[in-house]
């Protein structure tokens, strides 16, 4: 290119700034901070901005002068995240709308914008995502099939959520509890508490993260000397919540199997998911064994739900804040060298959040 179409390449730029900027109600300096993804900017000024630039077809030049973007390989401005399966994660996770909450305004703070998609068994990428227009992705649930997986290979800055797998069809960076520590910081809650007879709630035996907070917690309770025992669906099928509060079948059997324990009821337990302990408060109330006298529980998750129960149980904060805020650190950092053939697992390290302290002479005598 002369030197001549150069200047008048520039003074095209110039102009339709200042178009988008007219266009959008903002300064043409807010125009290029949304350009360069300067972190700056609010939310609400990044949509206008957008959106102006989309409904004059503006595209930046690919040389920009002034300030440099702080997320060099940021090319559209826009990050996926994908659920996969039928399952309608945010509506029956408390833990995963906050992971995305945390996601957000993390990405906000870098000028950039956050799309959603579910991919069900039947279904293709999202329009956006098929056609490259996002610069990297997010992904929670199951691995997709092969060819989902084919399509996705386009892009090298992929961070899976809440996942510890190791199993063929993941590949990326991995984000997730620390779920040996969860179940070996329940444990020791309970043996600090008193109790000598413990037991842990397996809800999926299929799932690694669940079957790794049972390792911890028995590992814990034997190095501390004390009775461990797990109960879990007698056919290991997966422990849901419930299709409604009626259906209580699931919870029934194992309360009969925590009352048929040999040498005695368990007087600790812990459940590795909040919604699973409330749904247990009842039923054990219907069974006769109260909560709070006859047996201790520790939870995880700290759902705002468990300030219904009486007493509140002691529950485990998996810190899903800083789960989705080191998910865009390294995110923005595989996108920013996508070159580097190097994946990463982390883990957040969970903290103990205390409940209702009831008086440990309350329950029943072993």
């Known amino acids: 290119m002369s030197l001549e179409n150069t200047a ?162 993941y590949w990326g960076d991995r984000v997730s509890p620390d779920n040996f520590t969860i179940g070996t910081v329940a444990a020791k809650y309970l043996v600090g508490r008193g109790h000598s007879r413990v037991a842990a709630l397996n809800c999926d035996p299929s799932h690694l993260g669940f079957t790794t907070r049972i390792e911890g917690f028995e590992s814990a309770a034997r190095a501390a000397g004390v009775f461990a025992t797990t109960l879990a669906d007698k056919d290991n099928s997966p422990i849901n919540v419930g299709p409604s509060p009626g259906d209580d079948a699931p919870f029934d059997a194992l309360v009969d199997q925590l009352l048929a324990v040999e040498g005695g009821m368990p007087t600790g337990l812990f459940v590795p998911r909040d919604p699973l302990t409330i749904r247990m408060y009842r039923v054990l109330r219907m069974r006769g064994v109260k909560p709070g006298r006859d047996i201790e529980i520790v939870s995880c998750d700290n759902v705002p739900e468990l300030a219904g129960l009486d007493p509140r149980p002691a529950t485990i904060d998996i810190r899903p804040g800083e789960i989705g805020r080191r998910a865009v650190e390294q995110l923005l950092w595989h996108i920013n060298n996508r070159a580097a053939a190097i994946n990463v697992t982390s883990v957040v390290e969970p903290a103990l959040v205390p409940g209702d302290q009831v008086d440990r002479d309350s329950f029943q005598k072993d």
């Open 8 to 169: 008048d390449a520039d003074k095209f730029s110039a102009m339709s700034i200042v178009e988008v900027a007219k266009l959008a109600g903002v300064s043409s300096a807010t125009v290029s901070r949304v350009i360069n993804c300067h972190p700056n900017v609010s939310s609400a000024s990044v949509l206008r901005v957008r959106a102006a630039m989309q409904k004059l077809g503006y595209v930046p030049p690919a040389k920009r002068r002034g300030p440099k973007r702080k997320s060099s390989g940021i090319r559209a401005g826009t990050i996926g995240m994908l659920f996969f399966g039928e399952a309608p994660t945010l509506a029956t996770s408390p833990v995963m709308a906050l992971v995305l909450h945390a996601i957000q305004d993390a990405l906000a703070a870098h000028g950039l914008n956050l799309t959603l998609g579910q991919i069900k068994s039947d279904s293709g990428l999202p329009p956006n995502v098929a056609n490259g227009q996002v610069d990297g992705l997010f992904l929670q649930g199951l691995p997709p099939s092969a060819e989902i997986q084919q399509q996705l290979s386009r892009y090298p800055a992929c961070v899976w959520l809440l996942s510890q797998r190791r199993r063929l069809g």
